[in-house]
């Protein structure tokens, strides 16, 4: 058996309010639950206070009223609630706004403590899930060119058939790749992205590892081996870009990245990790997830999820789906690979997982590499409330996919895991295109042009619970919601003229008189007009306006019109337009960056406190926060009493990433610390956030 054909086994030891070597301390009587609570808080904070960005604003204006873009789904639980469930002894694991529910470690009689202190609605067990990684279909290898079929912008290597079976190619020719999307990864981890071939150049904003409590989504000391592997892999397929041996569905996205999975047969990942990274995506203003997990797990000696409860508002990761697409952010997820019954060719009904089960989200089947049969292992629906699932199928056999534990292998992988984040590309090519979509718009367009896959759409009708409305068609589904221009126009300039170049594309012919480039100089009040040409290549246009003096930069924006209606790019012009400045290389800007030019980083939007370093540690140690905005917080060091310890700081600190080292190992009152387990916390205005320390003398 090789090591992708195991079905991990996978736990959270780790949350944003709970350290992880907690779970290890407490007895066999204790056990983790969800535990609701009856009222949320009034939301009375600023954005900015609540970690919510401008661009997370911007994208829920889009399907929310002005009115109600912060909602009480953003209220954070009070720190006076969480201190009372710490005092009944019980655990803290991770606090979710969403549910309004906090994840404990606790006995029976501290539950019972809990309900009788803090208003709580129910509980409920977390829930142990397992998750089945795609399988290898060849062994990592460095790759081995092959000819194309055709001439093609790009040097696509093996990556060519699985993009040119779901239409991506021709949006990649007319410069739609995915620019101005950004897209949320949730995975096992990120291995080598920074050095691998095809990763390296990928614009990463923000990264944070829910395992380990840090910014570093790679592989970690002591962590198993594979670690990481699986999505570097599924982060290749959207974002990578090595010319001649991959290019990634959307290569021009950014991309936020977050550890969720730990890839182990002996330990369990429960739910707590997962909810936290979809809030925390959702606040940054992820337009997209791309997520190749799915969990539904059968294991009688834990407590599961079971078919009946798979009806989109059961479980935990279908409600924070929910969630999530009602602020505007489009999840799109894994079917799973349970779907042929073992030993025969039957397709087992109902063999969905979690949160594909979710509606208003894109759950993505398997299909063969060139897209005309459905994959044996891809799991089927219907969900137990009767939809049809999934929604589409993409191809999930020998995808070609970054080998994650080095820096320039590559392998092939089968598994709707695979199928994923190939949809995903199509949803961010199609945002990108059209960026005034809502994430239900997309979901649309993307079923509205689905093509039945050939074995089945005799004997089905569409939609079914195989295919769903069947093939991915990314082209279709851009030109399907109107023209389309390019992301970005081409300039060159001579010793007289800019030439300023875009490709338009459309289902119906293009109004030829409408073509057109509006231009402004920085001292005009009014655009002027020029008429696009066609240019030599297929739906390429061009026009040439004057070169300004040096250092006068022009903008612009063009517009056309075809049966559908005139549309302009940027879709929001004249209100938004395009800087007119060449480059040396004409075609620069369908390349990511180079090394060179490093990615702009966002940082966080909500407190964080990391892991001290060193740790262990012997004499002094150095705990770091980050502080979003000035307001009053406290650093404490407590015992595994609960006991207080030390204060390390109390004040206000300045925005962004405060350092505070403990030199002497001694507590308030002067005495030297014993050696063991000690807690800081972190208490601010509406969080409480925990690390663990060890001390050893």
Same mark, same amino acid.
């Given at each position: 058996?090789?090591?992708?054909?195991?079905?991990?086994?996978?736990?959270?030891?780790?949350?944003?309010?709970?350290?992880?070597?907690?779970?290890?301390?407490?007895?066999?009587?204790?056990?983790?639950?969800?535990?609701?609570?009856?009222?949320?808080?009034?939301?009375?904070?600023?954005?900015?206070?609540?970690?919510?960005?401008?661009?997370?604003?911007?994208?829920?204006?889009?399907?929310?009223?002005?009115?109600?873009?912060?909602?009480?789904?953003?209220?954070?639980?009070?720190?006076?609630?969480?201190?009372?469930?710490?005092?009944?002894?019980?655990?803290?694991?991770?606090?979710?706004?969403?549910?309004?529910?906090?994840?404990?470690?606790?006995?029976?009689?501290?539950?019972?403590?809990?309900?009788?202190?803090?208003?709580?609605?129910?509980?409920?067990?977390?829930?142990?899930?397992?998750?089945?990684?795609?399988?290898?279909?060849?062994?990592?290898?460095?790759?081995?060119?092959?000819?194309?079929?055709?001439?093609?912008?790009?040097?696509?290597?093996?990556?060519?058939?699985?993009?040119?079976?779901?239409?991506?190619?021709?949006?990649?020719?007319?410069?739609?790749?995915?620019?101005?999307?950004?897209?949320?990864?949730?995975?096992?981890?990120?291995?080598?992205?920074?050095?691998?071939?095809?990763?390296?150049?990928?614009?990463?904003?923000?990264?944070?590892?829910?395992?380990?409590?840090?910014?570093?989504?790679?592989?970690?000391?002591?962590?198993?081996?594979?670690?990481?592997?699986?999505?570097?892999?599924?982060?290749?397929?959207?974002?990578?870009?090595?010319?001649?041996?991959?290019?990634?569905?959307?290569?021009?996205?950014?991309?936020?990245?977050?550890?969720? !999975?730990?890839?182990?047969?002996?330990?369990?990942?429960?739910?707590?990790?997962?909810?936290?990274?979809?809030?925390?995506?959702?606040?940054?203003?992820?337009?997209?997830?791309?997520?190749?997990?799915?969990?539904?797990?059968?294991?009688?000696?834990?407590?599961?999820?079971?078919?009946?409860?798979?009806?989109?508002?059961?479980?935990?990761?279908?409600?924070?789906?929910?969630?999530?697409?009602?602020?505007?952010?489009?999840?799109?997820?894994?079917?799973?690979?349970?779907?042929?019954?073992?030993?025969?060719?039957?397709?087992?009904?109902?063999?969905?997982?979690?949160?594909?089960?979710?509606?208003?989200?894109?759950?993505?089947?398997?299909?063969?590499?060139?897209?005309?049969?459905?994959?044996?292992?891809?799991?089927?629906?219907?969900?137990?409330?009767?939809?049809?699932?999934?929604?589409?199928?993409?191809?999930?056999?020998?995808?070609?996919?970054?080998?994650?534990?080095?820096?320039?292998?590559?392998?092939?992988?089968?598994?709707?895991?695979?199928?994923?984040?190939?949809?995903?590309?199509?949803?961010?090519?199609?945002?990108?295109?059209?960026?005034?979509?809502?994430?239900?718009?997309?979901?649309?367009?993307?079923?509205?042009?689905?093509?039945?896959?050939?074995?089945?759409?005799?004997?089905?009708?569409?939609?079914?619970?195989?295919?769903?409305?069947?093939?991915?068609?990314?082209?279709?589904?851009?030109?399907?919601?109107?023209?389309?221009?390019?992301?970005?126009?081409?300039?060159?300039?001579?010793?007289?003229?800019?030439?300023?170049?875009?490709?338009?594309?459309?289902?119906?012919?293009?109004?030829?008189?409408?073509?057109?480039?509006?231009?402004?100089?920085?001292?005009?009040?009014?655009?002027?007009?020029?008429?696009?040409?066609?240019?030599?290549?297929?739906?390429?246009?061009?026009?040439?306006?004057?070169?300004?003096?040096?250092?006068?930069?022009?903008?612009?924006?063009?517009?056309?019109?075809?049966?559908?209606?005139?549309?302009?790019?940027?879709?929001?012009?004249?209100?938004?337009?395009?800087?007119?400045?060449?480059?040396?290389?004409?075609?620069?800007?369908?390349?990511?960056?180079?090394?060179?030019?490093?990615?702009?980083?966002?940082?966080?939007?909500?407190?964080?406190?990391?892991?001290?370093?060193?740790?262990?540690?012997?004499?002094?140690?150095?705990?770091?926060?980050?502080?979003?905005?000035?307001?009053?917080? !406290?650093?404490?060091?407590?015992?595994?009493?609960?006991?207080?310890?030390?204060?390390?700081?109390?004040?206000?600190?300045?925005?962004?990433?405060?350092?505070?080292?403990?030199?002497?190992?001694?507590?308030?009152?002067?005495?030297?610390?014993?050696?063991?387990?000690?807690?800081?916390?972190?208490?601010?205005?509406?969080?409480?956030?925990?690390?663990?320390?060890?001390?050893?003398?």
């Amino acid at each position: 058996m090789t090591t992708l054909q195991r079905i991990l086994a996978l736990v959270v030891i780790v949350s944003s309010f709970g350290p992880p070597a907690e779970l290890a301390a407490q007895s066999t009587a204790h056990q983790s639950f969800w535990v609701y609570l009856t009222q949320r808080s009034p939301v009375n904070l600023p954005a900015k206070v609540l970690g919510i960005s401008e661009r997370a604003l911007v994208r829920r204006a889009k399907v929310l009223p002005a009115d109600r873009l912060i909602d009480q789904y953003d209220a954070p639980i009070p720190v006076s609630v969480i201190d009372q469930i710490r005092g009944t002894g019980a655990t803290v694991r991770t606090v979710s706004r969403w549910l309004n529910a906090v994840s404990v470690n606790a006995t029976a009689d501290q539950l019972a403590a809990i309900a009788s202190l803090v208003p709580v609605s129910s509980t409920a067990p977390v829930v142990d899930l397992h998750f089945r990684k795609p399988q290898a279909s060849t062994q990592p290898s460095a790759v081995s060119h092959r000819a194309l079929d055709k001439t093609t912008l790009f040097s696509y290597g093996p990556s060519f058939d699985q993009l040119n079976t779901i239409n991506i190619i021709p949006l990649h020719e007319m410069g739609i790749n995915g620019t101005g999307v950004l897209l949320g990864m949730l995975d096992d981890g990120f291995n080598n992205h920074t050095t691998h071939a095809a990763l390296k150049n990928i614009r990463v904003v923000a990264e944070y590892d829910f395992v380990q409590q840090d910014f570093n989504t790679s592989l970690a000391p002591g962590e198993n081996p594979e670690q990481g592997i699986h999505g570097a892999g599924t982060l290749s397929s959207i974002a990578g870009f090595a010319s001649g041996t991959l290019v990634g569905g959307a290569f021009g996205v950014s991309v936020v990245l977050a550890k969720t !999975e730990i890839d182990s047969v002996e330990i369990h990942l429960e739910e707590d990790n997962y909810v936290a990274a979809l809030e925390w995506m959702e606040r940054l203003g992820v337009d997209i997830a791309s997520s190749s997990l799915g969990y539904r797990d059968f294991d009688t000696t834990t407590y599961s999820y079971t078919y009946s409860q798979l009806d989109g508002h059961s479980t935990i990761a279908a409600k924070a789906a929910t969630i999530a697409a009602q602020k505007g952010l489009l999840l799109v997820t894994a079917m799973g690979n349970e779907g042929r019954q073992t030993g025969t060719s039957s397709f087992l009904l109902g063999t969905i997982v979690t949160p594909a089960d979710a509606d208003s989200i894109i759950a993505v089947g398997a299909a063969s590499l060139d897209g005309t049969t459905l994959a044996g292992f891809s799991g089927v629906g219907p969900t137990s409330d009767g939809r049809t699932k999934p929604e589409v199928v993409a191809p999930g056999i020998n995808v070609w996919w970054v080998f994650g534990n080095s820096t320039s292998d590559y392998w092939r992988v089968n598994g709707t895991s695979a199928a994923t984040p190939l949809t995903a590309s199509a949803a961010a090519l199609l945002l990108s295109a059209h960026p005034e979509l809502t994430p239900m718009q997309i979901r649309q367009a993307l079923m509205n042009t689905a093509i039945p896959l050939s074995g089945l759409s005799a004997a089905l009708s569409i939609p079914n619970n195989y295919e769903g409305y069947g093939l991915v068609d990314a082209y279709d589904a851009v030109l399907g919601v109107g023209l389309a221009f390019s992301n970005l126009p081409i300039v060159t300039a001579n010793d007289t003229a800019y030439r300023v170049t875009t490709w338009i594309s459309s289902k119906s012919t293009l109004d030829a008189s409408s073509l057109a480039f509006y231009y402004r100089y920085p001292s005009d009040s009014l655009f002027t007009r020029v008429a696009l040409l066609p240019g030599r290549n297929a739906h390429e246009y061009s026009a040439s306006i004057p070169k300004p003096p040096t250092g006068v930069i022009p903008v612009g924006y063009f517009t056309a019109t075809d049966a559908a209606g005139q549309r302009t790019s940027p879709f929001d012009a004249p209100n938004h337009f395009f800087t007119i400045q060449p480059s040396s290389d004409s075609l620069r800007q369908f390349f990511p960056p180079v090394d060179s030019v490093p990615p702009a980083v966002l940082l966080p939007t909500d407190y964080v406190l990391s892991n001290n370093y060193p740790n262990p540690f012997n004499s002094t140690t150095t705990i770091r926060f980050y502080a979003p905005t000035t307001a009053r917080v !406290e650093l404490v060091v407590y015992n595994l009493l609960g006991q207080r310890v030390k204060s390390l700081f109390s004040g206000t600190p300045a925005p962004g990433w405060n350092p505070v080292r403990w030199n002497d190992t001694k507590d308030d009152a002067g005495h030297s610390i014993s050696s063991g387990v000690y807690f800081a916390r972190l208490t601010t205005n509406h969080s409480a956030l925990t690390v663990k320390l060890l001390y050893l003398k």
